[in-house]
């Protein structure tokens, strides 16, 4: 997750763990029993185009990772 605005929050798609089970059973990826890792925007890139892949390896080399 990560945060768009002040408390409100996107699903990024970085982080699932479930029981593949109970997901075929419900269709759901969260109930109420799940929690949430929340993830600075500069790391939670969406890559769909080649550009963004060059985006990404900028902020990478200016954060030294």
Do not use: C, T
Not at 26 to 46: C, F, Q, T
Not at 48 to 64: L, N
């Amino acid at each position: 997750m990560r945060e768009i605005h002040n408390n409100h929050w996107a699903i990024n798609g970085a982080i699932y763990i479930f029981q593949a089970d109970e997901f075929g059973r419900s269709g759901k990826l969260y109930d109420e029993n799940s929690a949430i890792h929340v993830m600075p925007n500069w790391r939670s890139l969406d890559i769909d185009y080649e550009d963004d892949v060059f985006i990404a390896m900028a902020i990478a080399k200016a954060r030294d990772l």
